[in-house]
C-alpha cells in the first residue's frame, strides 16, 4: 500500500456552508488558487445544484485550476450530478463526489425508505456519475453511526458500481479514534472488492477527535482523508487541514506517511481564509493560532534561545511565518515592499503594487512604522476595493461627548458620482456616523454581527471592523481597516453598500435579459 495520503480540502464546500454571508465568485477563487499552491490533491469547491452562484462559481474555479483535481458534490440524485458534471466539465480533470445516508436514523428518518432502496440509489448514482467521468467518489452519510454490516454491503456495492474512492464520513462527530480506526479495519478485513478503491475519511469536529480520527483511518489503511483550512465546517467545523499536514510531516518517522503538501504555504492560506470567510482562528490554535509559536514562561523562553528544539517541535518558518517582522515607513520605497511581500509567500499576481504602494504611504504617514501584518491587511482590504463602486467616503468628523453617551457625526460621501455630506447624532460616535451615512446615501442596511479585531500588536495594531449584514433576504460581509476604529466601521458599512448595490445591478441585468428574450420570443 502507498504512503502517500491524498490531501481533499473542502473549505469552499463544507466550510463555506456553514458560513453567515456566503464568498463571492472573485473570493472563491482567490481560495481556490492559494489551494492549488497549497498543494491540495483534490478540491471540493460547491455543490452546484444548490443554486445558479454556487454553479458559477464551481465552473470559474474549474475552468482556472489546472494543479488540483476539482470536485463537486451531489446527493444521488440524477439532477444533482448533471449539475455538477456541467459545471466541472471546463476543468481538466474533474471528479464527482456523490452521497447519500447510510444510518438507520437517517434512512429511517430522514429519507423515510428502507435500506435496500438506499442501496439502491446509491448504485444507481455512482453509475450514472461514471456517464461523467472516471473519477467518481461516493460518500456514506453518517457512516460513524451505520452498522457495521450495512455499512460493508453499501461500500462493495458502491465500488462494483464504479466508485473510485470511497468516504467514510463521520459526519456527526461522533465517533472516538478506537472505534473510528475499527470501522476502517472492518471495511478493509471484509470488503472482497475493497483493493479496488481508495478510502477516505471525512470527520466532523463536535467532539474535537476529528483529527484524531482521521490519523487513526490512515494508520488502519484509508489513504485520503478530507479536510479544511483552520477546520472551519458545519457546526464545529471539519478536520484541519493544517493539523494532519503538519502531523503527517512532523512525526513522518514514525507514522512512514506522507503528502504533497507544500508547508510554505500554510500561514498564508490560514489568513486568507479567515480573512474572506471572516472566521477568525483562536490565538492557541494547534499550526495557525497566533500564539502557536509563541514562548511565554520564562523558563521556555531561556531553553529556547540555548537551543530552540527544547520547546519547537516545528519551526514557524516551516508554515511560512516569518519571524522576521521588519518594520517599514513612509521612505521605505517600493523595492522593499515587493521584497517583503516576497518574503511573506506573496506573488506579484496577488496583489497591484501601485494601490497597495499608495495604500502602504497613507498608512504609513498616520501611523509611523509599517509592519508585515499591516501590509498584508492592507493586500486584502484593497483587493476588496478593486470593484466598481458606488458609494465612497470623502470625509468623516465625529464630536464624542464619552461621559454624555451622545456623539454627532458629520459624513461626506460620494454617491454615484455626486458629493452628499449629512450628520446625525447617535449614542455613541460609531452609531452617530452609521445614521450619518444612511442619511447621505438613502440605503437601509440591516446589521446582523459587528466585529471589531485589533490587526497588529499593541498601539500600534490597526482596528479592523468586520460586519454582517442582511438585504433583500441574502448576507454580504464589509470589512473596514483604519487606524481609527470609527473610520474602519465606516468603512465596513460602505463596503458593504457598494455590495448590495452590485448585487442590485446583477439582478437588474438579468431582468432585463430576461425581458429582452421574452419580447424577442414574442416577436
Ligand atoms: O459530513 C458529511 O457527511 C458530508 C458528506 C456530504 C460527505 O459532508
Ligand atoms: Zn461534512
Known amino acids: 500500500?502507498?504512503?502517500?495520503?491524498?490531501?481533499?480540502?473542502?473549505?469552499?464546500?463544507?466550510?463555506?456552508?456553514?458560513?453567515?454571508?456566503?464568498?463571492?465568485?472573485?473570493?472563491?477563487?482567490?481560495?481556490?488558487?492559494?489551494?492549488?499552491?497549497?498543494?491540495?490533491?483534490?478540491?471540493?469547491?460547491?455543490?452546484?445544484?444548490?443554486?445558479?452562484?454556487?454553479?458559477?462559481?464551481?465552473?470559474?474555479?474549474?475552468?482556472?485550476?489546472?494543479?488540483?483535481?476539482?470536485?463537486?458534490?451531489?446527493?444521488?440524485?440524477?439532477?444533482?450530478?448533471?449539475?455538477?458534471?456541467?459545471?466541472?466539465?471546463?476543468?481538466?480533470?474533474?471528479?464527482?463526489?456523490?452521497?447519500?445516508?447510510?444510518?438507520?436514523?437517517?434512512?429511517?428518518?430522514?429519507?423515510k425508505r428502507s435500506f435496500d432502496q438506499v442501496l439502491d440509489m446509491a448504485v444507481g448514482a455512482v453509475k450514472y456519475a461514471r456517464r461523467f467521468t472516471d473519477d467518481v467518489e461516493f460518500s456514506c452519510e453518517d457512516a460513524g453511526r451505520t452498522p457495521i454490516d450495512n455499512l460493508c454491503r453499501m461500500v462493495e456495492a458502491a465500488i462494483k458500481a464504479g466508485a473510485k474512492t470511497i468516504n467514510i464520513p463521520d459526519t456527526v462527530g461522533y465517533t472516538v479514534p478506537s472505534e473510528f480506526g475499527g470501522i476502517i479495519q472492518n471495511l478493509f478485513d471484509r470488503v472482497p472488492n475493497i483493493d479496488q478503491a481508495v478510502i477516505s475519511v471525512h470527520c466532523h469536529d463536535d467532539l474535537g477527535l476529528s483529527v484524531a480520527n482521521?490519523?487513526?483511518?490512515?494508520?488502519?489503511?484509508?489513504?485520503?482523508?478530507?479536510?479544511?483550512?483552520?477546520?472551519?465546517?458545519?457546526?464545529?467545523?471539519?478536520?484541519s487541514l493544517e493539523e494532519i499536514a503538519m502531523i503527517i510531516a512532523t512525526r513522518k518517522a514514525s507514522l512512514g506517511l506522507e503528502t504533497g503538501i507544500n508547508a510554505k504555504e500554510i500561514h498564508r492560506?490560514?489568513?486568507?481564509?479567515?480573512?474572506?470567510?471572516?472566521?477568525?482562528?483562536?490565538?492557541?490554535?494547534?499550526?495557525?493560532?497566533?500564539?502557536?509559536?509563541?514562548?511565554?514562561?520564562?523558563?521556555?523562553?531561556?531553553?529556547?534561545?540555548?537551543?530552540?528544539?527544547?520547546?519547537?517541535?516545528?519551526?514557524?518558518?516551516?508554515?511560512?511565518?516569518?519571524?522576521?517582522?521588519?518594520?517599514?515607513?513612509?521612505?521605505?520605497?517600493?523595492?522593499?515592499?515587493?521584497?517583503?511581500?516576497?518574503?511573506?509567500?506573496?506573488?506579484?499576481?496577488?496583489?497591484?503594487?501601485?494601490?497597495?504602494?499608495?495604500?502602504?504611504?497613507?498608512?504609513?504617514?498616520?501611523?509611523?512604522?509599517?509592519?508585515?501584518?499591516?501590509l498584508e491587511a492592507l493586500v486584502y482590504v484593497e483587493a476588496q476595493a478593486e470593484d466598481e463602486n458606488h458609494y465612497e467616503l470623502q470625509q468623516?468628523?465625529?464630536?464624542?461627548?464619552?461621559?454624555?453617551?451622545?456623539?454627532?457625526?458629520?459624513?461626506?460621501?460620494?454617491?454615484?458620482?455626486?458629493?452628499?455630506?449629512?450628520?446625525?447624532?447617535?449614542?455613541?460616535?460609531?452609531?452617530?456616523?452609521?445614521k450619518a451615512i444612511a442619511r447621505a446615501s438613502g440605503c437601509e442596511i440591516n446589521i446582523s454581527s459587528y466585529q471589531l479585531s485589533a490587526k497588529g500588536q499593541?498601539?500600534?495594531?490597526?482596528?479592523?471592523?468586520?460586519?454582517?449584514?442582511?438585504?433583500?433576504?441574502?448576507?454580504?460581509?464589509?470589512?473596514g481597516l483604519a487606524t481609527d476604529v470609527v473610520e474602519a466601521s465606516a468603512a465596513a458599512l460602505i463596503h458593504v453598500m457598494n455590495l448590495t448595490w452590485r448585487a442590485d445591478k446583477v439582478a437588474e441585468n438579468k431582468h432585463k435579459l430576461k425581458q429582452a428574450r421574452t419580447e424577442l420570443g414574442g416577436v
Open 396 to 434: 468623516l468628523v465625529v464630536h464624542s461627548d464619552s461621559t454624555q453617551g451622545q456623539a454627532t457625526a458629520t459624513v461626506t460621501l460620494t454617491v454615484d458620482g455626486q458629493s452628499v455630506t449629512e450628520a446625525a447624532t447617535g449614542n455613541g460616535p460609531v452609531d452617530a456616523a452609521y
Open 1 to 111: 500500500m502507498s504512503n502517500r495520503v491524498i490531501i481533499f480540502d473542502t473549505t469552499l464546500r463544507d466550510g463555506e456552508q456553514a458560513l453567515a454571508a456566503s464568498l463571492t465568485v472573485k473570493e472563491k477563487l482567490q481560495i481556490a488558487q492559494s489551494l492549488e499552491r497549497l498543494g491540495v490533491d483534490v478540491m471540493e469547491v460547491g455543490f452546484p445544484v444548490s443554486s445558479p452562484g454556487d454553479f458559477e462559481s464551481v465552473q470559474t474555479i474549474a475552468r482556472t485550476i489546472k494543479n488540483s483535481r476539482v470536485c463537486a458534490l451531489a446527493r444521488a440524485l440524477e439532477k444533482d450530478i448533471d449539475a455538477a458534471a456541467q459545471s466541472l466539465s471546463v476543468a481538466d480533470q474533474f471528479r464527482i463526489h456523490t452521497f447519500i445516508s447510510t444510518s438507520t436514523i437517517h434512512v429511517e428518518s430522514k429519507l
Open 269 to 374: 492560506t490560514s489568513n486568507l481564509v479567515s480573512q474572506l470567510c471572516n472566521m477568525p482562528v483562536q490565538a492557541n490554535k494547534a499550526i495557525v493560532g497566533a500564539n502557536a509559536f509563541t514562548h511565554s514562561s520564562g523558563i521556555h523562553q531561556d531553553g529556547v534561545l540555548k537551543s530552540q528544539n527544547t520547546y519547537e517541535i516545528m519551526t514557524p518558518e516551516s508554515i511560512g511565518l516569518n519571524r522576521n517582522n521588519l518594520n517599514m515607513t513612509s521612505r521605505s520605497g517600493r523595492h522593499v515592499i515587493k521584497h517583503r511581500m516576497e518574503e511573506m509567500g506573496y506573488g506579484e499576481q496577488d496583489y497591484d503594487m501601485d494601490t497597495l504602494y499608495e495604500a502602504f504611504l497613507k498608512l504609513a504617514d498616520k501611523k509611523g512604522q509599517v509592519f508585515d501584518y499591516d
Open 214 to 239: 482521521s490519523i487513526t483511518a490512515v494508520q488502519h489503511g484509508a489513504r485520503q482523508i478530507e479536510c479544511t483550512v483552520n477546520g472551519i465546517g458545519e457546526r464545529a467545523g471539519n478536520c
Open 458 to 479: 499593541g498601539q500600534d495594531a490597526l482596528g479592523q471592523v468586520d460586519i454582517t449584514a442582511s438585504y433583500h433576504e441574502q448576507s454580504f460581509h464589509g470589512v
